[in-house]
């Protein structure tokens, strides 16, 4: 039995059964071991996150990691990178699920501009709005092609992170 | 004039390195702080904290009245802006000076004059610091400025500065909308709608002269940074020295740095700016008058400290050493660890800080403004912290800072710390081939990746197991996160 888990915009298969000192692996049909070689103390960190550091090797590489479990993302830094796993089953995150029309605003900030009307058609990657957030102007793209249905946004306001901005219903 | 208690009108790594100079020296460190700042660690790196008003920037850190009510209420004698926020205020600098205060930085006269682009320019082509060719728009015939000047060129606001009223026109027809965008741009941002026109250069690199003069007539420089590798005009990996640089430019270009600096009899720590194009030929862009956020890789390669410069030459005493005293060794480069997504058009991320390792080892030095449990807040800068390595060359500063990258981890918010080491591991990087464009030419759809996937998602299984029973009786969550019943039931199947 595998399950599936989300990292970025990729869904990985994955099964993970116990063996002496670890696990045989196989991940997206590709099989690998890894034996599970130490553990730092476990530790609470904000909003009730799980903190530990791990010793494991791979395949016969050793990989060190830093781990953070929070209530839907487990959070993992091995060699200078971080992977962010959300499981597969759940919707993605706070900003409507993948793919869908519903363009939200991924932090506080200002409205810069809006650069759609509603009744526009819009294709995959179209700036819709540009959004000044930690001092930054960032645009924000269509996920979906489709037509503009509603555009909440009204440059110059101050909008709070998950505020509706656009939505698009998809062609 | 003495100085004994230091207000730093700053916050995040600037403001622990500050206090860290201070420290040194003997001196006191004030910290200020916003409500969204309360507990952070600029806070603890200063002997006393102040608070300074709620979160946003306006009605705290920029908040002038404020900053002098702190300085008067801890009896501070100084205060030391760092950059960004006040630090090129020529308001600010004059409101401390008539406090009575001390003003860690230069007279505001060249603040003011730096500050605008136009006055500058002027300034220092009188000083014969060669211009990126260019021209003031009027009331005249903007078209016909533009077709000396030739196409490509920029747009760019008189009193701008990142990024903001600037517009590159590719051609005369996109001259009058790029005229009118950028001075309704330039308005609404600094509330001077002034443009002038730039003559756009093809792959220029960044290379700037950190200058230092005290105030009784000294002004030496500390040879030069190159800082090409940008997005949206923001640097995000330093080095010194630029790979290209000949003796003889480098002569040349410190002397137009120091003249820069004498037109303006400026004092205290600064940075000249200049494009330097294929050709070898280079271009005053602007003076940075306050210390500059890549200032580390300097004092590395010549062993001077800045910040306690600053400090002393503030404190009327002189520099103490003359240009024949500064010599550069090795080669130095920084990264700057950000709070943003390099794969999602660099947005900014905040958040709780849930874990965080920070490198270590000889020739690795880290400027850093987090802590595990802290919070990065929404309102301000995402710099997180720099790293910095030297090596007694290039290839090696390189190598160490990959390494000390690699070790590096930051859990919580998303960071461009992946995206640092692949610009350092370019071919292009290696080679030394930088040029303000790099990014947009090698890096415009970069995805995270690696190869280390595999043991990251066997670590996230791990740590989804059971905890012990011990940590049972401590108390977690009532009910079983999704990764609670995942670990428990793939790991006990």
């Keep these: 039995m595998e399950t599936r888990l989300r990292l970025g915009t990729r869904t990985l298969a994955v099964a993970l059964v116990p063996e002496a000192e670890g696990w045989a692996a196989t991940v997206d049909g590709a099989a690998h071991r890894v034996t599970r070689l130490g553990a730092g103390p476990r530790t609470t960190a904000a909003g009730g996150a799980t903190v530990e550091e791990l010793a494991l090797e791979v395949d016969g590489r050793p990989h060190r990691a830093l781990v953070a479990r929070t209530r839907d993302r487990v959070l993992v830094a091995v060699a200078g990178r971080v992977w962010a796993f959300e499981s597969g089953e759940e919707a993605r995150g706070a900003h409507g699920a993948a793919g869908s029309g519903a363009v939200s605003a991924p932090m506080p900030g200002k409205v810069v501009s809006v650069l759609v009307a509603e009744g526009q058609v819009v294709e995959v990657g179209q700036a819709l709005v540009v959004l000044e957030a930690m001092k930054m102007e960032s645009t924000l793209a269509a996920e979906v092609a489709g037509r503009v249905t509603s555009v909440r946004a009204v440059a110059g306001a101050t909008v709070a992170a998950g505020d509706l901005l656009v939505e698009i219903t998809p062609a | 004039?003495?100085?004994?208690?230091?207000?730093?009108?700053?916050r995040g790594e600037i403001a622990v390195r500050i206090a860290r100079a201070c420290r040194e020296h003997g001196l006191a460190a004030v910290a200020v702080y916003s409500e969204a700042d309360r507990g952070a660690p600029h806070t603890f790196a200063a002997d006393r904290a102040v608070p300074i008003g709620p979160p946003p920037a306006v009605h705290s850190y920029l908040n002038i009245e404020a900053l002098l009510a702190a300085a008067r209420q801890s009896g501070a004698d100084a205060v030391h802006p760092g950059y960004g926020f006040l630090a090129e205020s020529a308001a600010f600098a004059r409101a401390v000076e008539a406090a009575g205060l001390t003003w860690v930085g230069p007279p505001p006269q060249a603040i003011a004059t730096m500050g605008d682009k136009l006055a500058a320019r002027a300034t220092v082509a009188r000083a014969g610091v060669p211009l990126v060719p260019g021209t003031e728009v009027g009331g005249g015939d903007a078209a016909a400025a533009a077709r000396r000047l030739g196409?490509?060129?920029?747009?760019?606001?008189?009193?701008?500065?990142?990024?903001?009223?600037?517009?590159?026109?590719?051609?005369?027809?996109?001259?009058?909308?790029?005229?009118?965008?950028?001075?309704?741009?330039?308005?609404?941002?600094?509330?001077?709608?002034?443009?002038?026109?730039?003559?756009?250069?093809?792959?220029?690199?960044?290379?700037?002269?950190?200058?230092?003069?005290?105030?009784?007539g000294t002004l030496v420089h500390l040879g030069e940074r190159e800082c090409s590798i940008q997005r949206r005009h923001q640097k995000i990996v330093e080095e010194t020295p630029c790979p290209v640089l000949t003796p003889r430019l480098r002569t040349e270009m410190t002397a137009a740095a120091l003249a820069a600096a004498r037109a303006v009899g400026y004092t205290s720590a600064g940075t000249v700016e200049f494009l330097l194009d294929v050709e070898g030929r280079f271009y005053f862009l602007e003076m940075n008058t306050r210390v500059q956020v890549e200032h580390p890789i300097t004092e590395w390669v010549t062993g001077i400290d800045i910040v306690a410069a600053q400090l002393r030459i503030a404190a009327g005493a002189p520099l103490g050493f003359g240009q024949a005293d500064v010599r550069a060794r090795g080669h130095a480069i920084e990264a700057r660890l950000y709070a943003e997504d390099p794969a999602a058009g660099f947005l900014p991320s905040a958040g709780p800080?849930?874990?965080?390792?920070?490198?270590?080892?000889?020739?690795?030095?880290?400027?850093?403004?987090?802590?595990?449990?802290?919070?990065?807040?929404?309102?301000?800068?995402?710099?997180?912290?720099?790293?910095?390595?030297?090596?007694?060359?290039?290839?090696?500063?390189?190598?160490?800072?990959?390494?000390?990258?690699?070790?590096?981890?930051?859990?919580?918010?998303?960071?461009?710390?992946?995206?640092?080491?692949?610009?350092?591991?370019?071919?292009?990087?290696?080679?030394?081939?930088?040029?303000?464009?790099?990014?947009?030419?090698?890096?415009?759809?970069?995805?995270?990746?690696?190869?280390?996937?595999?043991?990251?998602?066997?670590?996230?299984?791990?740590?989804?197991?059971?905890?012990?029973?011990?940590?049972?009786?401590?108390?977690?969550?009532?009910?079983?996160?999704?990764?609670?019943?995942?670990?428990?039931?793939?790991?006990?199947?």
Excluded: C
């Excluded at chain 2, 004039?1 to 700053?10: P, R, T």
């Excluded at chain 2, 026109?169 to 965008?181: I, K």
């Excluded at chain 2, 960071?415 to 030394?432: E, I, S």
């Design chain 2, 1 to 10: 004039m003495s100085v004994k208690a230091v207000l730093i009108a700053n």
């Design chain 2, 353 to 493: 800080i849930l874990a965080l390792r920070e490198p270590g080892g000889p020739g690795v030095r880290v400027d850093s403004g987090i802590a595990a449990g802290g919070v990065v807040p929404v309102e301000y800068d995402p710099l997180l912290g720099k790293i910095s390595a030297w090596g007694e060359g290039r290839a090696m500063a390189i190598a160490r800072l990959s390494a000390a990258l690699r070790d590096t981890a930051v859990l919580g918010p998303t960071t461009n710390l992946a995206f640092l080491q692949d610009v350092l591991a370019h071919p292009a990087f290696r080679r030394g081939e930088t040029h303000t464009g790099f990014l947009p030419e090698h890096f415009a759809t970069w995805q995270p990746g690696g190869e280390e996937a595999v043991a990251a998602l066997a670590a996230a299984l791990a740590l989804a197991r059971p905890a012990a029973p011990a940590g049972d009786a401590r108390g977690r969550a009532a009910a079983p996160t999704p990764w609670e019943t995942l670990g428990a039931w793939r790991l006990g199947s």
């Design chain 2, 151 to 216: 196409f490509p060129l920029l747009v760019k606001a008189a009193a701008g500065g990142g990024g903001k009223g600037m517009r590159t026109v590719a051609s005369e027809a996109e001259l009058p909308d790029a005229l009118a965008a950028a001075r309704r741009e330039a308005e609404a941002a600094f509330a001077d709608g002034r443009v002038y026109l730039e003559k756009l250069l093809v792959r220029p690199r960044h290379v700037e002269v950190q200058v230092l003069g005290d105030r009784h």
